[in-house]
């Protein structure tokens, strides 16, 4: 089974920092990569998927990369509400496989 | 507006079992493979199950497979996950959630707002 591993698994910024998230998959999975937030006491939100499309609603201040095996969600200016778990999900072509990776703690510093 | 209701959740006994429901509403169920997703109190999230669109394919994470059945009734817009022989590490908060329509991607666009399954003597 591909196993997804993100860094940090916390972290802790200012208000205005750019934040950056990487998750890694063990194989290749193309870009079948997703980014999701989970605010404190809530639902999972879906951010980006197909690794660098910004989901209709979210702020374009979110940004995905990459390709293959390694991938990176960024904050380009960190705000309050961003407060949350993110996490990465990989997804197949084909049914099966779609583990999320373990998250990361994004805190205000 | 599209919608993901989910319940059944519950406290029940080591070894029984329990079947969740999701009523779907706002978008054309029958058109949409959908997911179970669950969460450990204080823990990240583990998929758990998926069916196709039209209940012909579904898939099982390791951890249920043999034990947890994924199905769905169309005409009523409902999904299901029949839960059997639960263990205590089955104790979870359980969402239902929708593939986006989005050809070539699998990701989850509209979740539930979950369901609290709690496995205890």
């Known amino acids: 089974d591909i196993q997804m591993t993100q860094s940090p698994s916390s972290l802790s910024a200012s208000v205005g920092d750019r934040v950056t998230i990487t998750c890694r998959a063990s194989?290749?999975?193309?870009?079948?990569l997703a980014w999701y937030q989970q605010k404190p006491g809530k639902v999972p939100k879906l951010l980006i998927y197909?690794?660098?499309t910004l989901q209709s609603g979210v702020p374009s201040r979110f940004s995905g990369s990459g390709s293959g095996t390694d991938f990176t969600l960024t904050i380009s200016s960190l705000q309050p509400e961003d407060v949350a778990t993110y996490y990465c999900q990989k997804y197949n072509s084909a049914l099966g496989g779609f583990t999320f990776g373990p998250g990361t703690k994004v805190d205000i510093k | 507006q599209v919608q993901l209701v989910e319940s059944g959740g519950g406290v029940v006994q080591p070894g029984r079992s329990l079947r969740l429901s999701c009523a779907a509403s706002?978008?054309?169920?029958?058109?949409?493979?959908m997911h179970w997703v669950r969460q450990a109190p204080g823990k990240g999230l583990e998929w758990v199950a998926v069916?196709?669109?039209?209940?012909?394919?579904?898939y099982y994470a390791d951890s249920v497979k043999g034990r947890f059945t994924i199905s769905r009734d169309n005409s009523k817009n409902t999904l299901y996950l029949q839960m059997n022989s639960l263990r205590a590490e089955d104790t979870a908060v359980y969402y239902c959630?929708?593939?986006?329509?989005?050809?070539?991607?699998?990701?989850?666009?509209?979740w539930g707002q979950g369901t609290m399954v709690t496995v205890s003597s």
């Open positions: 959630a929708k593939q986006i329509a989005v050809a070539g991607t699998r990701a989850f666009d509209i």
């Open positions: 197909a690794a660098s």
């Open positions: 194989q290749g999975i193309s870009n079948y």
């Open positions: 706002g978008f054309t169920f029958s058109s949409y493979g």
């Open positions: 069916i196709s669109y039209d209940g012909s394919n579904k």
